[in-house]
């Protein structure tokens, strides 16, 4: 079982970037999705999760209106992109199969993501 984040970086705040996940080993499709952060001297954060069909989301406070979550079941990949981006949004971005940080199982290695000026 494999997940796979990529497209973090640095950015200015105000900025944008789009994080993809990609997943092998277990049936996607089948399966509610979520991503996770870990910020600087805080614990795990969830941050969105998404249905398998992809017609329901659900964001966190500090992100809704900034941030996306959506999938591609043919494509087996995970997305968020992230809008209006802040200096609090640094972190280490995990990928979670299952739709809350209590009920996640796997989770990928995490890409970087730095906003600053």
């Known amino acids: 079982l494999q997940l796979v984040e990529s497209g973090g970086g640095m950015v200015q705040p105000g900025g944008s970037l789009k994080l993809s996940c990609a997943v092998s080993g277990f049936t996607f499709s089948n399966n509610d999705m979520s991503w996770i952060r870990q910020t600087p001297g805080k614990g795990p954060e969830w941050v969105a999760g998404?249905?398998?069909?992809?017609?329901?989301?659900y964001y966190s406070d500090f992100v809704k209106g900034r941030f996306t979550i959506s999938r591609d079941n043919a494509k087996n990949t995970l997305y968020l992109q992230m809008n209006s981006l802040k200096p609090e949004d640094t972190g280490l971005y995990h990928c979670?199969?299952?739709?809350?940080?209590?009920?996640?199982?796997?989770w990928g290695q995490g890409t970087q993501v730095t906003v600053s000026s």
């Open positions: 998404i249905n398998p069909g992809g017609d329901s989301t």
């Open positions: 979670a199969r299952g739709p809350t940080l209590a009920t996640s199982d796997y």
